[in-house]
T-cell receptor, first 113, second 113 residues
């Protein structure tokens, strides 16, 4: 089974500062990678996904992530944090079979005015 | 509006009293799945279904049942709930079980006393 590690269960940044949320996965074969965002009292929403091709993936709300196979990482970044970015973020991976998804434990992002 | 609808949003019950959490999607998706979200553990997959009458266990299926008699519905059944099943539950669907991104419901918060 896959495993996903998100370093830092809580991250705080100032408004306008760089956002960096870390995700590492374990996989012996190229996985499919996702970032989801969860706002309070809501379900998860897709931010971005990597399947094949370009390793730098752009998502919604100015977020992007880079797939680095050599580091087994898929870190999420945003150049300038906005107050509305405060939420919980989950990294997820699935195998080529596509029927099971494995989620990290989540990172709660706080944006300080 | 395309959506995944879970009911109820909140449920408090007692140990051993059978309950069902309903999940319905209006997007004609083939793939549906159930997750539980617990602090520090992220989301863990309970069951998934690749299509009508096709269900399979995820990582934490013990104590749960599911059925997929119709494409749009995927109820989660707890025959004899126990306190360790107190959790936040999410239903999700995807067009196919091929790493298509998941669409999530808004969750059901279950408390078993």
């Amino acid at each position: 089974a896959q495993s996903v590690t998100q370093l830092g269960s809580h991250v705080s940044v100032s408004e306008g500062a760089l956002v960096l949320l870390r995700c590492n996965y374990s996989s012996s074969v190229p996985p499919y990678l996702f970032w989801y965002v969860q706002y309070p009292n809501q379900g998860l929403q897709l931010l971005l996904k990597y399947t094949t091709g370009a390793t730098l993936v752009k998502g919604i709300n100015g977020f992007e992530a880079e797939f680095k196979k050599s580091e087994t990482s898929f870190h999420l970044t945003k150049p300038s944090a906005h107050m509305s970015d405060a939420a919980e973020y989950f990294c997820a991976v699935s195998e080529w079979t596509g029927n099971q998804f494995y989620f990290g434990t989540g990172t709660s992002l706080t944006v300080i005015p | 509006e395309a959506q995944v609808t879970q009911n109820p949003r909140y449920l408090i019950t007692v140990t051993g009293k059978k309950l069902t959490v309903t999940c319905s999607q209006n997007m004609n998706h083939e793939y549906m799945s159930w997750y539980r979200q617990d602090p520090g553990l992220g989301l863990r997959q309970i069951y998934y279904s690749m299509n009508v009458e096709v269900t399979d266990k995820g990582d934490v299926p013990e104590g749960y049942k599911v059925s997929r008699k119709e494409k749009r519905n995927f109820p989660l059944i707890l025959e004899s709930p126990s306190p360790n099943q107190t959790s936040l539950y999410f239903c999700a669907s995807a067009p196919r079980g091929d790493n298509s991104p998941l669409h999530f419901g808004n969750g059901t918060r279950l408390t078993v006393t």
